[in-house]
Nanobody, 124 residues
Framework: VQLQAFGGGLAQVGGSLRLSCAAS????????MGWFRQAPAKEREFVAA????????YYGDSAKGRFTISKDNAKNTVYVQMSNLKPEDTAVYYCAADYQYTGRVRSAMEYDIWGQGTLVTVSS
């Protein structure tokens, strides 16, 4: 499978952005689709994930109450709607696919395939 993330850009503090991640190829075996982010000089951080089969969602602490993950199976696309953006949300956002599912959805090690990343910059 190949993952293509897009939708990043410049947003104002308090504004919103929606990121998309389109999957192509063998999507049948996907268990979880996740979003992570990485700011300069920081470790990759879990943002949100969704179970490809039953829509169960998971959120990182920084995303709870502000971000919403969703998917469109017909389009093989996962979204993360980000609201009330803060400067600390500035990062490269990556989507990832998990084919093995060991339950550690908040760990980057869980995921098998990664997209190329899309930059989000939140400016005041």
């Amino acid at each position: 499978v190949q993952l293509q993330a897009f939708g990043g850009g410049l947003a104002q503090v308090g504004g919103s952005l929606r990121l998309s991640c389109a999957a192509s190829g063998d999507t049948f075996g996907i268990y979880i689709m996740g979003w992570f982010r990485q700011a300069p000089a920081k470790e990759r951080e879990f943002v949100a994930a969704i179970n490809w089969r039953d829509d169960f969602t998971y959120y990182g602490d920084s995303a709870k109450g502000r971000f919403t993950i969703s998917k469109d199976n017909a389009k093989n696309t996962v979204y993360v709607q980000m609201s009330n953006l803060k400067p600390e949300d500035t990062a490269v956002y990556y989507c990832a696919a998990d084919y093995q599912y060991t339950g550690r959805v908040r760990s980057a090690m869980e995921y098998d395939i990664w997209g190329q990343g899309t930059l989000v910059t939140v400016s005041s």
